[in-house]
T-cell receptor
Framework: NAGVTQTPKFRVLKTGQSMTLLCAQD?????MYWYRQDPGMGLRLIHY???????AKGEVPDGYNVSRLKKQNFLLGLESAAPSQTSVYFC???????????FGDGTRLSIL | GEDVEQSLFLSVREGDSSVINCTYT??????LYWYKQEPGAGLQLLTY?????DMKQDQRLTVLLNKKDKHLSLRIADTQTGDSAIYFC????????????FGSGTKLNVKP
């Protein structure tokens, strides 16, 4: 059972570099989410999508962009990475309203 | 965002019961969730409860909801060393099902 798969698992970037994190789900879920998790804090929602071709801002969207060109994929982009974006990024998906989210294993991103 | 509060640490002995507490602020919360996170892994859904329920039991797990006090608890019976992890409670908002708010997590340490 693949569920939610995130790539890459680890990455180190230099300040100013760009990169894209990929999230793929094989459960045909409509809704997908990107969170960041920082030490001592819960998860904070960056962006989310309620279906193919849609995106919306979450709690901490600045410095990130997203795209949902295909239902199964949700991409998170950092155009110009900053040290404050060092974090663990989690992707999640769910089937419909009220149903719980299913999480990937995370991407550990360090920006020097 | 909404405030979801949890104590940071809990330490119990193997075989004892663990009770992890959570308080939330939005009275319109519709679903409340408990997730478990082991080191280096994503969040694993343990259980969830609809806000019109007072209690839900699932094997060793018992969830109690006091809606008047906006208090949620997770009881783990016969706690094992494999239960050592960080436990997050989360709420989804009645006004917007796409917004999930997570607590900062409670680190459960189970001593043999």
């Amino acid at each position: 059972n693949a569920g939610v798969t995130q790539t890459p698992k680890f990455r180190v970037l230099k300040t100013g570099q760009s990169m894209t994190l990929l999230c793929a789900q094989d459960m045909n879920h409509e809704y997908m989410y990107w969170y960041r998790q920082d030490p001592g804090m819960g998860l904070r929602l960056i962006h989310y999508s309620v279906g193919e071709g849609t995106t919306a801002k979450g709690e901490v969207p600045d410095g990130y962009n997203v795209s949902r060109l295909k239902k199964q994929n949700f991409l998170l982009g950092l155009e110009s990475a900053a040290p404050s974006q060092t974090s663990v990024y989690f992707c999640a998906s769910r089937d419909r309203e009220g149903q719980p989210q299913h999480f990937g294993d995370g991407t550990r991103l360090s920006i020097l | 965002g909404e405030d979801v509060e949890q104590s940071l640490f809990l330490s119990v002995r193997e075989g004892d019961s663990s009770v992890i507490n959570c308080t939330y602020t939005d009275s319109s919360s519709t679903y409340l969730y408990w997730y478990k996170q082991e080191p280096g892994a994503g969040l694993q859904l343990l259980t969830y409860i609809f806000s019109n329920m007072d209690m839900k039991q699932d094997q060793r797990l018992t969830v109690l909801l006091n809606k008047k006090d906006k208090h949620l608890s997770l009881r783990i019976a016969d706690t094992q060393t494999g239960d050592s992890a960080i436990y997050f409670c989360a709420e989804s908002m009645g006004s917007d099902f796409n917004k999930f708010y997570f607590g900062s997590g409670t680190k459960l340490n189970v001593k043999p």
